[in-house]
């Protein structure tokens, strides 16, 4: 049939300067005025459609509307123009002919992929596409033209491909409502102390180190790089990695490994990592949880310097946890005397001054009699009152000091 066609064109049918398409041309300002009525009163209908209904092209109709838009002559085919005319008076509004032939209805389609997109952290339109072997520039172009205009399809080879497509690969991963971004995180440093490299890191999730080193320093995660993390956690957290140096600066830093971690604690800030303790992590000791630990250590065959090695404790803590020294006298026990009260007047502390320097005959003779049993010292004098010395000194202090008051100084001195 197109042979029959290309064969009946003549030369009169060719457009030529001066005669538009070889004499069978017309104006194209009263058919364009007509369509741009159509179209206002008209919202649903696109200018594809007015274009199919008229046997032109939706590029043909286009141009020529804006160029008598613009003022410019135009001239369209005159059977183009009559059927366009005929629209909406002779002719019904195509309603029924709004998508071609090979389209089908592009709200699935649309609908799928925000469901996609829900489920997956990471999933852009253009992995989408790719998973679905698709272009992606044409999906989101259908994807836009439906937004537009609901009545605008989609190829149905293209429709299939989406609408085949129920899961989608990293650096999609499944979303999960609980992960936070203290999870992330510690993720990542769980990796690393594990023995993997930012680099690693990230050809495993499908992003940069730079991105992660900006998670580990602001702290504040995308959904990208919630993806990327998940899925590099999904990949690489079962095995070692290779760097030596990065697990001993993870160890350094105090990162605990994945094993440490349970998923259901691993986001809560508040937790900790169970089965390790890091130099970093500091634990309030009590003495009863103390001698807990020491028990419970010493029925496993430990002995004590053992248990408190293993729970990293010295012995000198220990003792202060166990034994508290026992403290000195209170203060407010012992009596005060007028110099040591603020308030005192100073009546008061002059007589006590006076009544210190006072020297008993009995209290002398104590002194001797302690400077005469330690014959090798001189004589010292006793600061303490007589009445804080007990019964059998004051007793035998009484006995020495007869004796000695009964000789001379001198003679004791030149003994």
């Not at 069978?24 to 369509?35: E, G, K, L, N, Q």
């Not at 996609?116 to 520039?137: E, K």
């Not at 993720?187 to 580990?216: F, H, N």
């Not at 390790?276 to 029925?299: M, N």
């Amino acid at each position: 049939m197109l042979a029959d066609r290309l064969l009946a064109v003549g030369v009169a049918d060719l457009p030529q300067p001066g005669c538009g398409y070889g004499g069978r041309s017309t104006d194209a300002a009263p058919a364009m005025r007509h369509i741009r009525h159509l179209m206002t009163s008209h919202p649903g209908l696109s200018m594809s459609v007015l274009a199919r209904a008229a046997g032109m092209t939706p590029s043909t109709l286009a141009a020529a509307l804006k160029d008598v838009e613009a003022g410019r002559s135009r001239r369209i085919q005159a059977s183009a123009a009559d059927r366009l005319l005929a629209l909406g008076s002779g002719a019904p509004l195509p309603e029924g002919q709004a998508r071609r032939c090979d389209t089908v209805d592009a709200a699935p389609v649309a609908t799928h992929v925000r469901h996609l997109q829900l489920r997956y952290d990471g999933a852009g339109l253009a992995l989408i596409a790719r998973t679905a072997g698709v272009n992606p520039s044409t999906l989101a172009a259908a994807l836009a033209d439906h937004a537009q205009d609901p009545a605008r399809g989609i190829n149905r080879n293209i429709a299939a491909r989406v609408l085949a497509v129920t899961d989608l690969p990293a650096p999609a991963f499944p979303r999960h409502a609980g992960v936070t971004t203290t999870g992330l995180i510690r993720r990542v440093q769980a990796l690393c102390a594990l023995g993997w490299t930012l680099a690693s890191i990230g050809r495993a999730g499908g992003t940069t180190p730079r991105s992660l080193c900006d998670l580990l320093r602001t702290q504040r995660s995308t959904s990208i790089q919630r993806s990327s993390v998940l899925a590099a956690w999904s990949e690489l957290s079962h095995r070692p990695g290779p760097s030596v140096t990065g697990r001993r600066r993870a160890a350094d830093k105090g990162w605990a490994p994945p094993l440490a971690w349970e998923e259901h604690t691993i986001d809560h800030p508040a937790e900790f990592p169970s089965g390790t303790r890091t130099h970093r992590q500091t634990r309030v000791w009590t003495p009863e949880l103390l001698r807990y630990e020491i028990e419970f250590l010493t029925r496993l065959g430990l002995g004590r310097a053992q248990a408190l090695q293993r729970l990293s404790l010295s012995s000198k803590r220990a003792r202060a946890l166990l034994d508290p020294p026992v403290p000195a006298h209170n203060a407010e026990s012992q009596p005060t005397t007028p110099v040591q009260q603020k308030d005192a007047p100073a009546k008061e502390i002059t007589a006590w001054k006076d009544a210190r320097k006072q020297q008993s005959s009995e209290r002398i003779c104590v002194e001797h009699s302690n400077a005469e049993h330690q014959q090798w010292l001189p004589f010292q004098r006793s600061l303490a009152r007589r009445e804080c010395h007990d019964e059998t000194h004051l007793a035998i202090a009484a006995l020495v000091s007869e004796h000695t008051a009964g000789a001379g100084v001198d003679d004791r001195l030149g003994k």
